[in-house]
């Protein structure tokens, strides 16, 4: 005896559902890792920040009054002078990132500003979110510095994006005495002028190893 049709279809039509929720999931996660990479991190471990931490805790300090503590707003680059955490950097550091962005300009490589100059208010608000996000100070230790011992808020230290960017400054960055620092943040660069003639410092693994975190 022959099957009624509509009975015959529906295994079809469930086979066709199942298929189109696993596509649906295949594209998310493919997405998710290619947002992950953009934020300038490859890893996956739900540990390892994506992303400057300052872009990722940004907490409360959002619109003008943030931006007045030191918070960045997306799109900024090097050269905007309105932004306090671009214009209160040490001006030796702007200058060589300035040149530095010129000259990469030519590659098509813009320099972002994830984070730059932070008040002491706003790096006491990202260490307490940070802990809070990893679940000790020691763990957070590892990505953000107290307000006395941080080279963001004396404005000596920048959080550079997107992943072209890092990219680009890890290979012509000392020649402008721009050095990565820490082997676990690529996107942090701090001023070095004697490696313009010597090639940039050793990094540390994190900022928990640098001599200046421990005062």
């Known amino acids: ?24 999931v ?10 992950h990479q953009e934020a300038g991190h490859s890893s996956l471990s ?31 680059t090097v050269f905007d002078d309105a932004i306090p955490a671009v214009a209160n950097l040490d001006p030796d550091l702007l200058r060589a990132l300035r040149q530095a962005a010129k000259d990469a300009a030519e590659d098509r490589v813009s320099f972002y500003v994830n984070s730059g100059w932070r008040s002491p208010e706003y790096q006491d608000q990202l260490l307490r979110e940070a802990v809070s996000k990893y679940g000790s100070k020691a763990e957070a230790a590892r990505w953000v510095a107290t307000a006395e011992t941080s080279p963001h808020v004396s404005g000596k230290a920048v959080d550079i994006g997107h992943t072209d960017a890092t990219a680009w400054l890890s ?39 640098d001599p200046r975190m421990q005062q």
């Open 1 to 24: 005896m022959t099957r009624p049709l509509s009975s015959a279809r529906k295994p079809a039509r469930r086979i066709r559902w199942l298929l189109a929720i696993g596509l649906i």
């Open 171 to 209: 290979e012509h960055g000392a020649a402008y005495g721009l050095c990565q620092i820490y082997r676990n943040e690529p996107w942090h660069y701090e001023l070095r002028s004697e490696a313009i003639d010597h090639g940039c410092p050793r990094t540390y693994a994190d900022p928990t190893q």
């Open 46 to 76: 739900p540990a390892l920040p994506f992303a400057s931490p300052s872009k990722m805790l940004r907490g409360e300090h959002r619109g003008a009054r943030g931006e007045a503590v030191g918070a960045v707003p997306d799109g900024a």
């Open 26 to 35: 295949v594209i998310a996660a493919i997405a998710e890792v290619l947002d």
